[in-house]
Structure formats: structure tokens, C-alpha cells
T-cell receptor
Framework: GQQLNQSPQSMFIQEGEDVSMNCTSS?????WLWYKQDPGEGPVLLIA?????ELTSNGRLTAQFGITRKDSFLNISASIPSDVGIYFC?????????????FGKGTKLSVKP | DGGITQSPKYLFRKEGQNVTLSCEQN?????MYWYRQDPGQGLRLIYY???????QKGDIAEGYSVSREKKESFPLTVTSAQKNPTAFYLC?????????????FGSGTRLTVV
């Protein structure tokens, strides 16, 4: 079945640094979504992408829908402490038997000690 | 304000007990989902429902059961057959399956076996 490979699995950030993460798949997706999960809470939608090549921003966050429709990227500029959490990518495809939305395993952002 | 509510936030279960996790939404969404989250495992789909009185198994349905008697409610029962139930459980809803607006998640229930 469809799988999303999200990387990196975890990273440490220092305030002010830029952060990048990505999701890749061998399958084509029609929509890419990026979620953030704060500790002990449910994921919240950050950005939705609907067209190949689309670049969308939400404040300091920028995400792109890959041209091949098999990947997506999320960048966070000038990170701040409240950016810590787990970021999930999700891809929507048509057909299949699992509700049609597939999640990556997440990228955990922590603050450098 | 519309949203999705999970209760309780924390739940403790003794070995051999069944427990039921509540999920209620007032978003008028047709589709609802249950996920299990373990550290480093991401979100794994347990069950989903596209419409009232209908539901399908996800990747890890064994040891779990659900019902969908009302559009607003999708309770999950963790049965004694689930050998490793300690996890964070997330409920979600969407307008329908296959829509491209994504899912709205509840704030989760942390279940611990004692």
C-alpha cells in the first residue's frame, strides 16, 4: 500500500535557525497536508497543498507540493521555542480502503539544550 | 464553536478490562476515524466510518471495536483482547472520506494499563 517516508525523524533547533523537513513516496498524491502536534494534544492543520508545484506560506511556514506529486517539503524560518512539537505530512489519494489520507511518521522538533 | 471532543483525557485500565473512549463532533462531518499513536510510530488507523451505521477496519483493528449509531458520535472500545493497549488515542473527523480539506483531530485520550 501507499507509504510516506518523512525525514528527518527528529531534529534539534536553536532559536532563529531555519528548519526543513520533507516527505517522499513512490505513489502519486492529489493533496498534501502538513500538521503540527503539540505534546499531549491532537494534530492541527498548518498548510494544505492542492496542485503540483504549488508553494504556500502561512506566516513563517512555507510548504511546497512537488512537481512529480510524489513529495512535499515544509520549511520553518527563524524558529522560535513554540515551534517544538511533532510535524506530520499527510497525502491524499483517491481509491483504496483506508480513508484515503496517509500520514508520515512525523518529524520531532526539539530545542537544543 | 464547532469541534471534536474526546473524553476522558486520561484513562487507566486494569488487565482484562474493556474500556470505552468517547469521541463527539459537532462539525456535521460524515466521516470519523480512530488512530493510535505510539512513540516513533506515527499515526496508525484503527477504524473509520464513512457514514452512520457503517464502519471499516484500518491497519490495526484487532482488539478494538467501534459503533456509529449517531452522526456525531464514534466511540472506541478497547477490549481485553488488545494485548498492548497503553497508547495515545486520537479521534478525527472529515466532511467525507476522500475530501481534500483534511481531518480535524480531537485532543486525544491517553490510556494506560495498570
Amino acid at each position: 500500500g501507499q507509504q510516506l517516508n518523512q525525514s528527518p525523524q527528529s531534529m534539534f533547533i536553536q532559536e532563529g535557525e531555519d528548519v526543513s523537513m520533507n516527505c517522499t513516496s513512490s505513489s502519486i498524491f492529489n493533496t498534501w497536508l502538513w500538521y503540527k502536534q503539540d505534546p499531549g494534544e491532537g494534530p492541527v492543520l498548518l498548510i494544505a497543498l492542492y496542485k503540483a508545484g504549488e508553494l504556500t506560506s502561512n506566516g513563517r511556514l512555507t510548504a511546497q507540493f512537488g512537481i512529480t506529486r510524489k513529495d512535499s517539503f515544509l520549511n520553518i524560518s527563524a524558529s522560535i521555542p513554540s515551534d517544538v512539537g511533532i510535524y506530520f505530512c499527510a497525502g491524499l489519494y483517491y481509491g483504496g480502503s483506508q480513508g484515503n489520507l496517509i500520514f508520515g511518521k512525523g518529524t520531532k522538533l526539539s530545542v537544543k539544550p | 464553536d464547532g469541534g471534536i471532543t474526546q473524553s476522558p483525557k486520561y484513562l487507566f485500565r486494569k488487565e482484562g478490562q474493556n474500556v470505552t473512549l468517547s469521541c463527539e463532533q459537532n462539525l456535521n462531518h460524515d466521516a470519523m476515524y480512530w488512530y493510535r499513536q505510539d512513540p516513533g510510530q506515527g499515526l496508525r488507523l484503527i477504524y473509520y466510518s464513512q457514514i452512520v451505521n457503517d464502519f471499516q477496519k484500518g491497519d490495526i483493528a484487532e482488539g478494538y471495536s467501534v459503533s456509529r449509531e449517531k452522526k456525531e458520535s464514534f466511540p472506541l472500545t478497547v477490549t481485553s483482547a488488545q494485548k498492548n493497549p497503553t497508547a495515545f488515542y486520537l479521534c478525527a473527523s472529515s466532511i467525507s472520506t476522500g475530501n481534500n480539506y483534511g481531518y480535524t483531530f480531537g485532543s486525544g485520550t491517553r490510556l494506560t494499563v495498570v
